[in-house]
């Protein structure tokens, strides 16, 4: 128990993916500028469900997923000064670097070559991490983020992967005024594509596979809709997009021609979305038209977290969250939808008071 072990519910093979049992651990030790945060609510991020179904080769049993952390700040470390006990504190997919290299000094820690992934990464004492479907996380203060007030803790906690992963390629990558973003792939990542290139002051249009997202991409705040399925859907939009984040998470059927030709000269193609088949075929021909460029972005930096929350709060952004109370059912239900896409369009556990001490 709490403060020597931790629990949450585990899944104990690829073949029992959906049928997660309690399962007991002990964390690293505590250091100095660590944070023990006892878990209140936590997204359920489509990362979680490659992990359990074994999809991208996960070999480490049992693990604990979850990378959308939102709790209580209950111990705290004696070098921490940007976190207290009581504080509401949020943790994401990353939970340590190495913090010393140049990658980690330019504010790029996300692409350090030791980074520890929230769960099933391994730190340099060889503990390895569990995620946010426990009791309790601990966490380096770094990587712990205190949440504005006015966000709420249900609607904020997918915000911590999937919100970051589209904001920071979306920034980074010029979405504001006076751009034509696409968003592709409207699930989690993908319907906080919407929101933040909207919150940004872009003009911003969903590519989904069929029409069954347009009333709720619109209702979110997309500018147009485009469907994949349709015929010639790319017509009346070669070459008009800045950019295209690409948030699918199968690369089954996924023609990447016709989304590159519709962006401008030079134009971007970030793909976030992290496939397990083999991924996207390119040919040299397929960039040339347009000279576009094609490349990736993993989660975002501290400092763009902070920013993201902030501007959450400020422009009142709302995701789009189902809750389903934390249990072994309730964990096993949400991974199943995710994994039929059956979600509008992040749930978020809660209740856990009622699971944990
Ligand atoms: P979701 O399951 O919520 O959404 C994925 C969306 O991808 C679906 O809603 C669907 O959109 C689309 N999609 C699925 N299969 C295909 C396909 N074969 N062709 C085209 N589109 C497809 O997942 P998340 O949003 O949580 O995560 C998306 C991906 O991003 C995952 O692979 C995840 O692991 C990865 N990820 C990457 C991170 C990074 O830092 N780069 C961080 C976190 C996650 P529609 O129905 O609209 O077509
Ligand atoms: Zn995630």
């Known amino acids: ?17 959906n049928k997660p049992k309690r399962h007991e651990f002990t964390p690293k030790p505590f250091g100095d500028r660590d944070i023990d945060v006892k878990i209140v609510a936590c997204g359920v991020c489509g990362s979680d469900v490659h992990t359990v179904t074994g999809g991208w080769g996960n070999k480490n049993w049992p693990i604990i997923p979850g990378h959308e952390i939102i709790g209580e700040a209950v111990r705290v470390g004696p070098k921490v000064t940007s976190v207290k006990v009581g504080d509401r504190v949020g943790v994401g997919a990353q939970i340590f670097s190495c913090m010393e290299c140049p990658t980690c000094k330019e504010g790029n820690e996300t ?39 006015a966000l709420d803790t249900n609607l904020t906690a997918p915000m911590l992967c999937a919100g970051l992963t589209a904001y920071s390629p979306l920034v980074r990558n010029g979405a504001g005024p006076g751009k034509k973003i696409g968003i592709v792939g409207i699930g989690g990542i993908g319907h906080f594509g919407i929101l933040f290139s909207k ?18 991409s619109l209702a979110m705040g997309a500018d147009g809709f485009l469907a994949t399925a349709d015929k010639d859907w790319t017509a009346g939009h070669k070459m008009t997009f800045d950019m295209i984040l690409c948030t699918a998470s199968g690369s089954d059927g996924f023609d990447l021609a016709p989304y590159l030709s519709l962006l401008r000269v030079h134009g971007k193609f970030i793909a976030v979305g992290l496939p397990e088949e083999e991924g996207w075929k390119v040919s040299p021909q397929a960039l040339l038209k347009n000279g576009c460029l094609i490349g990736s972005s993993h989660l975002g930096n501290r400092e763009e977290m902070l920013a993201m929350l902030q501007l959450a709060a400020d422009k009142g952004v709302k995701s789009w969250v189902e809750t389903i109370p934390i249990s072994e059912e309730g964990v096993g239900k949400a991974l199943t939808r995710l994994h039929s896409n059956d979600v509008k369009y992040r749930f978020t556990l809660t209740d856990y008071n009622k699971q944990f001490e």
């Open 1 to 17: 128990m709490y403060p020597e072990t931790f629990e949450g519910f585990a899944a104990h093979s690829a073949e029992e993916w």
């Open 111 to 149: 692409y350090c070559p030791d980074w520890v992934d929230t769960y099933g990464g391994f730190y340099p004492d060889g503990t390895m991490t569990m995620g946010g479907y426990s009791s309790h996380i601990r966490a380096h203060e770094h990587y712990t983020f205190p949440i504005p007030d």
């Open 199 to 216: 919150a940004l002051g872009a003009e911003t249009w969903a590519i989904s596979r069929t029409d069954s997202k347009k009333a709720d």
